[in-house]
């Protein structure tokens, strides 16, 4: 069914058409729309039987959710930014229990300074802590993305993060195909859980593990993390053939047929660049995109196959390794390993900064002129950052950093436009 | 003379008693006790935590029919009880994390519930570390919510897993890790520590008690009438640790036994957050009868002894004493 | 197991099992039985705890037929036994003794109500044994014997049953009626008994019945007598005839003022019979203190409330007609007492001796390897046997306190001797348990429960009849009494060691079958041993 609704909404009720039995809520910018959505559709009676409880912490949250699903329900919590962060330590402990725990998490700038908007940071923060990391492009492959995550989660007993831009999708009201509860049904069993706490037949889980297994643990869930990598496009594909579009699969490339220059990138901003490629191509410039869908497992091979004929690749980033660069520009260069491309990363929309298509064609026109840097900063003003620099340089007790830049640029707070 | 012979002997001060009727008789005299915590856990010798944790959860597994499952945080009960590649649970058990056994045991409370299976009980239980200090957020949130957990704290007064640090449990005068018996006040600071029973009561949950591990019957009842209750519950028990505390290892009871008769370790249950009944003290003893058998006390006493900080124990005793009447009137001074 | 369980992480239960935590293990505990103070100090050798055991489960025939294989009198014990045991008892240092006396009263009064009888022997063993005098340590060994398969014949000098129970107590502390019947009890296992029957000679006695063994336990019934200048019309009798007399047809004459001399129980014993009688003044002389006198202290006490006096610190200088001259007495450093030459006078009807009893020992004359001295014949101690083989003695005749407990233990003690010499096997020595002292016990364990007193006769009746004084306890009161019992040094399974063993690492042998250290995993904490109400497990150390 057609439906004009906020993100938020459609991620509401494409979850509530999971049937998860446990639901857990704490508010955070900018998910809280999803839960909000999931609390009316319980508390209505709309879904049923389901346990919505409003927790005291995102750390409470995946604790819930995690006896929840060790208890064999199928379990649901969203967060954003420091609420991951906050619950980072459940997270790990979500994965080593193998608990196939569903998690959107709203894309969010990590604090300090504190800031309510988008980019990686959050997510990219958590890539090593075992769980699989899916990036939504739209908000229908957002909606589309968490029936998926129910389905692979469940069968490789391995939690499973829909990431998902703040704002941009989350708050954005699109027109999206909301399937039938009949489909969904259809396409996603009910969970049958690999381990249980049931008294009928009692385990423990969660038991400390010393050197003499801990490696074998750990390489365990790397193992399960390359069966995601087949099971990923199986899914999509199987979805693909019951809902008759494509959502999820490992990677997606738009244009990289014969492009010398290929643009990597995760989430919504995939959408501009497609546009940006369009007008290119339209210049003559061969150039494509390649959208990164599940960033764990990070798909080595379909990434390199892309690539294989390509020059030159640029990563845009919404998340920045601070002393390093970029996060997915690393592992994107492990996929090229013995290829000779020129790299570019470019670290763009940090806290909501906007990634206009005018920036992106400057950018991406001076890549293919290999004119850019290795390491780019997109439309970062050079300007305040010197400044501010000198003033550090000249006296020790410069002040706040926020505070002077902002001083700086004087009544404008930021660039969203 | 017609009334029923009430006295049987050892009253009900010892586990068992063959004089009972089976009905009456503890759940750790029973041949059938299920032994939830089984041999070949690796606790210290003479772990008053073991025991506490085998007496509660044997219990709770009678109230409930063996329809139990438990979460732990992290902290001895877990290290010593789940080494790969043994476990000593004998039902359906899970550790997560140090500081999220209340919100892990609402977890279970939830599935259960959205499952129908309301005879599946659920007890979530942590150390004095696991449950006053970092995992209190969650156990206020469990509280809050009242849901359908009964929360067990075995309280050895100190993070004893990692070395004997302080913690909100840890008494004053303690000698810790963290809170040496060095300088001016040695031990633990004088006025700080929470006491989580009453905070607990804040909450004015269904239930709260405290008891010890050194009157096991008062302990069965209490979980026993927990388990009979809906909603959020909290047991407090005070469990001895012969290392942390620098004790004897056959001790563990009898040092228990001394903390309520001194007032020291009040006894009592609280339900919507009323007390509703105290353990009287039997054999009043003064506090130092308690603290000499610990070296964790031991800076209290000899040529160099703490007069002051003894006497700020007593006074502790005191006020426990009179604020919840552990003595009857007529030996109430 | 149909769960795919993840590696490592989740563990089937109770798998910890194969982790021997006993290795860890210094000291091990292990399971003692020692010997209850109580028992310890009975002459008659009785397992109080063990009887008072099935006492406290209301097993009232179980405790009886226990209390039984040591002392077959335990209604006539459970009023006259001086029950030196609760003087000893652990639970004194608690509350109060046990009311050990007063629960084997009950038991015997309870088997008098019931009719239960003693089994007789298993088997014959062909072997015949004279016993001389049916009193305590006669008629106890009398049974004994007869339960070891032995014929017995009793030759009882007098003509009933019960020797100095029946000629040295009162009736108000032995109803006739109780020692009857728990005489009457041992006949009928089949013990021979010829009554006003006295042995001039054993040796002759013995050849002619054809005896296999003899045990001589002659009562001390000649009353010692004391130079006393008197008138011929003074009226002097000796406490024993006075109390023999009792037994008879006509009551002794005694007037209405009434002077006991002496200051032991047959002193009290012959002043409250006078009261009993109608003597408006039964008065004691006495040259000591009341600390020293003798008698027990209750008997006194009894005395003193029926209205008895004593003068303290006084003898008998002179019996006149109607009247005695009185010296006041003091004592020394040593505490004898010295004469002060002040004189008085007491008014009396009649004075009544009651300085000690002897013996009648004329039928060992000429029996050789016998050695008399002080009155008495001298026996191994550890045997009873006299140094002739075959006989043996005990009770008055033989050097030792001379009461009913006393002369009862004698009996078994003999009787098993004897059944060994008929046998012509030994007795091994057996070997003792360590004593069960206070310090081992735990007592936080036993619920506070004072002392059950006895109800006692009202004054009037007490000093008007010759009823019973003591009462026995209710079937309540039996049982509240006997539960007070600690159990010192013997489990009596209160299942705390079970408990508290914070590795469960005692196995439960189930009813009466007691506990078991399963050393696999115990780890020797001590906390059972600690924990343990009635010090039954020791701690030792582990051998390497």
């Not at chain 1, 998490?105 to 090593?128: F, K, L, T």
């Not at chain 1, 369009?278 to 061969?286: H, P």
């Not at chain 3, 000649?222 to 007399?245: E, G, N, Q, W």
């Amino acid at each position: 069914m057609q439906k004009q609704i906020e993100g938020s909404r459609a991620v509401a009720e494409s979850v509530a058409l999971c049937r998860p039995e446990v639901i857990c809520a704490y508010p955070i910018s900018p998910q809280t729309h999803i839960v909000e959505g999931l609390g009316e559709l319980v508390k209505s009676g709309e879904l049923k039987p389901c346990e919505f409880i409003n927790v005291e912490s995102e750390f409470a949250a995946m604790s819930v959710a995690i006896g929840a699903s060790a208890a064999g329900a199928r379990s649901y919590t969203a967060t954003a930014s420091q609420g991951l962060l906050f619950m980072a330590e459940a997270i790990y402990n979500a994965s080593g229990l193998g608990l196939p725990i569903v998690m959107t998490v709203a894309n969010r700038a990590i604090g300090a300074p504190i800031n309510i908007w988008n980019d990686h940071s959050d997510s990219m923060s958590q890539r090593d802590c075992g769980w699989i990391q899916l990036f939504a492009e739209s908000n229908q492959e957002a909606l589309d993305l968490h029936i998926q995550a129910f389905k692979l989660g469940e069968e490789l007993s391995m939690p499973v993060m829909v990431c998902m831009d703040g704002f941009i999708l989350t708050h954005a009201y699109e027109r999206v195909d909301m399937p039938a509860q009949a489909e969904v049904d259809a396409f996603l069993p009910t969970y049958e859980p690999r381990q249980v706490l049931d008294p009928a037949d009692p385990v423990s889980i969660g038991a400390m593990v010393g050197p003499e297994a801990f490696m074998e643990v750990r390489y365990l869930a790397h193992a399960k993390q390359t069966m995601a990598l087949e099971r990923i496009p199986q899914i999509a594909a199987e979805f693909a053939q019951r809902f008759g579009r494509n959502s999820g699969g490992l990677v997606r490339d738009y244009r990289c047929e014969d492009a010398e220059t290929i643009v990597i990138a995760l989430g919504s901003v995939i959408g501009t660049l497609k546009d940006t490629v369009d007008e290119l191509r339209n210049d003559g410039v061969k150039i494509g995109v390649l959208g990164i869908h599940s960033f764990r497992p990070f798909p080595l091979a379909a990434v390199r196959a892309v690539l294989q004929g390509a020059k030159r690749v640029v990563v845009l980033e919404k998340s920045f390794s601070v002393g390093l660069g970029g996060v997915v520009s690393t592992d994107v260069r492990l996929a090229l390993s013995g290829l000779q491309l020129n790299g570019y990363t470019v670290i763009a929309g940090l806290g909501g900064r906007a990634i206009t298509k005018a920036s992106l064609a400057r950018t991406l026109r001076d890549a293919i002129a290999d004119k850019l840097q290795p390491l780019a900063f997109m439309d970062l003003d050079w300007g305040i950052v010197n400044r501010q620099l000198a003033r550090e340089a000249a006296t020790r007790r410069s002040g706040p950093i926020a505070e002077n830049l902002l001083r700086d640029i004087g009544t404008v707070a930021s660039k969203v436009h | 003379m017609t009334a029923p012979i009430k006295f049987y002997q050892t009253g009900t001060f010892t586990v068992g008693n063959r004089l009972l009727s089976p009905e009456q008789r503890s759940v750790q005299s029973s041949l059938e006790r299920s032994n939830s915590l089984n041999s070949g856990h690796r606790a210290c010798q003479g772990c008053g935590e073991a025991l506490g944790a085998r007496y509660a959860v044997d219990a709770a597994m009678r109230a409930t029919q063996g329809q139990l499952i438990a979460a732990n945080a992290t902290g001895c009960l877990e290290v010593f009880s789940t080494p790969y590649p043994e476990t000593s649970w004998q039902l359906p058990w899970i550790h997560s994390l140090f500081g999220n056994a209340a919100a892990v045991g609402t977890g279970i409370a939830a599935a259960m519930k959205v499952k129908g299976r309301n005879n599946v009980r659920v007890i979530a239980q942590g150390g004095d570390g696991g449950t006053t200090d970092i995992g209190f957020g969650c156990l206020s949130g469990m509280f809050e919510r009242n849901d359908d957990v009964l929360y067990i704290c075995y309280d050895n007064e100190a993070y004893m897993n990692t070395g004997v640090q302080r913690s909100s449990a840890t008494p004053a005068g303690a000698r810790t890790a963290t809170t040496m018996a060095v300088g001016a006040e040695p031990g633990a600071q004088f006025g700080q520590g929470k006491n989580v029973p009453l905070i607990a009561m804040a909450h004015e949950i269904p239930y709260v008690a405290t008891a010890t591990v050194a009157d096991l019957h008062d302990l069965e009842t209490k979980v026993e009438h927990a388990m009979s209750i809906r909603g959020a519950r909290y047991l407090h028990i005070l469990v001895p640790c012969p290392l942390g505390w620098g004790a004897a290892s056959q001790d563990t009871i009898k040092l228990a036994r001394l903390a309520r008769e001194t007032g020291l370790f009040p006894v009592f249950e609280a339900e919507g957050g009323e007390v509703t009944a105290v353990t009287k003290i039997r054999r009043r003893v003064p506090v130092e009868e308690y603290l000499r058998p610990q070296k964790r006390f031991a800076h209290l006493f000899g040529a160099k002894g703490q007069q002051q900080m003894l006497a700020g124990i007593q006074a502790r005793a005191d006020r426990n004493i009179k604020r919840f009447g552990l003595l009857d009137v007529e030996t109430a001074e | 197991m149909n769960m795919q369980k993840p590696f490592a992480i989740t563990l089937d239960p109770g798998s910890s099992l194969a982790n021997k935590t006993g290795t860890w293990r210094t000291e091990r505990p292990v399971y003692v039985d020692r010997l209850p103070p109580c028992n310890a100090q009975c002459p008659a050798g009785e397992d109080i705890q063990g009887w008072l055991f099935h006492a406290e489960s209301g097993d009232y025939e179980s405790a009886w037929r226990h209390l039984t294989r040591d002392n077959p009198f335990p209604a006539v014990m459970g009023r006259v036994c001086y029950h030196s045991c609760e003087g000893v008892c652990n639970r004194g240092k608690i509350d109060a003794a046990v009311g050990i006396n007063s629960v084997e009263r009950f038991l015997g009064d309870e088997a008098l109500k019931r009719g239960w009888q003693f089994k007789g022997p298993a088997s014959e063993s062909g072997k015949h044994v004279l016993v001389v005098g049916a009193g305590p340590s006669g008629m106890s060994a009398a049974y004994h014997l007869r339960r070891m398969g032995h014929r017995v014949t009793v030759k009882e000098a007098g003509p009933l049953l019960g020797g100095m129970m029946r000629f040295g107590i009162p009736k108000y502390r032995l109803p006739r009626e109780v020692l009857e019947a728990e005489m009457q009890r041992v006949v009928e296992m089949g013990v021979k008994v010829e009554l006003n029957t006295r042995v001039a000679n054993i040796a002759t006695a013995m050849q002619e019945g054809h005896f296999d063994a003899a045990f001589l336990a002659v009562g001390a019934h000649i009353a010692k007598r004391a130079f006393i200048p008197a008138k011929d019309s003074s009226h002097i009798l000796d406490a024993i005839s006075v109390l023999r007399s009792m037994e008879g047809e006509d009551q002794p004459m005694l007037g209405r003022r009434v002077v006991v001399y002496g200051g032991g129980n047959t002193a009290i014993d012959v002043a409250r019979t006078a009261k009993r009688l109608g003597a408006t003044e039964a008065i004691i002389v006495y040259r000591r203190t009341r600390e020293r006198m003798p008698a027990h202290d209750f008997e006194v006490e009894e005395a003193l409330e029926e209205g008895v006096m004593v003068k303290w610190l006084s003898t008998i200088r002179q019996a006149g007609e109607g009247a005695l001259t009185i010296e006041k007495m003091t004592l020394d450093e040593k505490g004898n007492p010295q004469p002060t030459g002040e004189l008085e006078t007491l008014e009396a009807d009649s004075l009544i001796l009651a300085l000690g009893q002897d013996v009648d020992l004329s039928l060992l004359e000429g029996v050789p390897g016998l050695e008399i001295s002080d009155g008495v014949v001298q026996v191994d101690a550890a045997t009873m046997m006299t140094g002739h083989p075959g006989i043996f003695a005990g009770g008055d005749m033989v050097p030792a306190e001379r009461n009913v407990t006393v002369a009862v233990g004698h009996g078994k003690k003999a009787a098993r001797h004897i059944d060994a010499w008929l046998r012509g096997t030994q007795i091994a020595q057996s070997v003792k348990h360590a004593p069960a002292t206070f310090e081992r016990l735990n007592p936080w364990y036993y619920s506070d429960a004072p002392k059950t007193v006895r109800p006692q006769l009202e004054m009037a009746r007490r000093t008007s009849s010759f009823d019973e004084v003591q009462g026995g306890l209710t079937e309540d009161n039996a049982l509240f009494e006997a539960r007070r019992c600690l159990s010192c040094g013997n489990c009596f399974e209160c299942d705390n060691c079970y408990g508290v063993c914070p590795d469960n690492a005692v196995i439960k042998l189930g009813d009466g079958k007691r506990f078991q250290f399963n050393y696999d995993y115990c780890k020797g904490c001590g906390v059972c041993v600690a924990e343990c109400p009635c010090g039954a497990i020791d701690m030792i150390p582990e051998t390497v």
